[in-house]
């Protein structure tokens, strides 16, 4: 069986950094992206297992990425995080009217995300 | 703006009237300088006077008829005279006649008193008669007289016995005379008759003369009062229709218009004053007009800039974040000895590091809170939520601090109270920042929370054995940035926005927020939200 995907769509690289270190000891392969063109390209593309949003991203938001994938059958099936602001009252309910499967506020602690992907990709 | 003057309100003939020289009339009337009271009563005054002119005429035509039939009547007097006058010459004749063949006394003193009775009328009659007929009437008493005097010479003949000479002197003397008598009194009569047909035809001219003046008069004085009514009371018209129109436009909010009237009396002062109002009337439109719009466009910049701010604060309290979650990230990660194993050395200050972060990190979330709400920006997210649940999540997120400062912490939510409806997120929120001060301000003892059905209320209670708060302290706890000791904040952390944040989204969601504490005992904090909430803005 091959190892499972994980595309993280995040524009900042030390955040970036911080799941890619998460996943250095864990059998998924990391994709990572830095805007929303560039996420949703690669999600066509690659046809992750799970996508890690981030919910404010330059040239396309990570609301309008996640209709996007929602709208393409290839993409429409594949388990979305999107991460939050918890202070922006209702930036949660937009994520998942836009079709995430879940949502993450931010700062979030490493911990929990783990737990999150291992929730949608559990490791045999 | 031009205003529609008054005659293009006015009906067709009204206008065609203003427009001959009656017109002229009613401005020159209308620009007399005098008071509407003094036209009014010149008008009256004028009617007035046409009716004495025209009394006094109608008493003067009814003095001289009556006074025509006056003489009339004494004409007429005079003829009956005169018919007597006749009547005793024929007596007088008879019984001069039968003295003759009676040889009787009596009968000269029957001639006597006829003859007095000729007399006497005759004497009546000159008195009453016009100077022209005194002439006759003097020639009638002499021939009476002549013939008085034959009548005696005839009786004396008879006394006498000469019967002869009395019956020629009859025959030559007083026949005659008699005759002639007869013929003067009748010319008498005819010209008393003949003036009393000129008088009778001077009458007729002159009642039908007076007829025609009464008549004039009459038709004069109407004209002259519809006249003087038409002019006096188009020259208060006028300016009346002047100003109802000018009025109307008022009502209908275009200002500005002026009202040109001649008058000069109280209507050209009212005219005046409009006019002076309509000036002011354009002037405030004008500025409220340019208020308005410097009002307009004000508001329109800060919707703008409103838009901006909670723009803002989204952008912000995401960029804040973003660097935020990578230092909270990156200090877990190393604790959690993913790069390798931490020496006891860094362990401290790393986990300093986390304790500051979170506290950074709790503080933009208040920050953001508060300006959102002072904004008007912030909206419940509605929903059911368990109060059960929010209870022990509180309990279990607090309760290490608890076991670190040996307090006893317990929670209890009576069993009845069902799935409530309002903003989960936020009442657990509420409830963390109360139970959070409680542990916070309490040294040694314990802290409760309780939660229980009051009706349609929850009420969220939370007591503590801490240090209390001050009397005159307790009003202020609730104000942004109010401490009441800043050794225990410098020990614990914390700005002071946690109860201001509660306070409002408590009342956001229709409820209310209180407490009961005694110094150095300990407090009780307490709010209550409606079971069910529809939500709000704050
Ligand atoms: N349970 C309590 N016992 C005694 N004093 C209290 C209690 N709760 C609040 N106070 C007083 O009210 C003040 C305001 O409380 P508030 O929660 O708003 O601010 P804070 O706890 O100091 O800071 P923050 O909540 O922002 O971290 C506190 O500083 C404290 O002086
Ligand atoms: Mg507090």
Known sequence: ?124 | MRRASATERMPPPVVALLASPLGALVRAVARIRASVHVKLLAGFLLITLLFIAMTAVSLRTLTETARQTNLLDEAHERVGWSRQIEHALAMQMHFTAMALLSKDDGIVARILRENNRFNDTLARLEKAAPAEERALIQAIRGSQDDAMATVADIANAVRDGRLADAMTALRTRQEPLYAKIETLVGSLVAAEETRMASLRVSIAAASRYSLRVMAGFAVASIVLALLGGFVISWSFILPVREAHGFLSEVAEGRFGGTIVVPNRDEFGALAEHMNWMSRELRRLDDEQRVAAETLRSLNDRLALASRAKSEFLANMSHELRTPLNAILGFTEIMLDELYGEVPATLREPLVDIQTNGRHLLRLINDVLDLSKIEAGRLELGVGEYSVQEIVEVVHASLKSLALEKNLAFTAGVSPDIPPAWGDGRRITQCLMNLAGNALKFTRQGRVDIEVRLDGEWLVYRVSDTGIGIPKDEVENIFAEFRQVDTTITREYGGTGLGLSITKRLVELHGGRIGVESELGKGSRFFFTVPLRTDGGRA
């Open chain 1, 1 to 124: 069986m091959r190892d499972r995907t994980v595309l993280h769509i995040e524009d900042n690289e030390y955040n970036r950094k911080i799941v890619r270190q998460l996943l250095s000891r864990t059998p998924y392969r990391l994709l990572e992206a830095a805007d929303g063109e560039e996420g949703v390209a690669v999600a066509q593309r690659e046809l992750p297992d799970l996508i890690l949003m981030d919910v404010q991203l330059p040239k396309l938001s990570g609301l309008d990425a996640t209709r996007l994938l929602r709208a393409d059958p290839r993409t429409a099936h594949i388990p979305l995080v999107v991460v939050t602001s918890f202070a922006l009252s209702g930036d949660d309910r937009r994520a998942m009217d836009a079709g995430a499967s879940a949502y993450l506020a931010k700062p979030y602690s490493p911990r929990d995300l783990l737990a999150l992907i291992h929730k949608f990709l559990p490791e045999n």
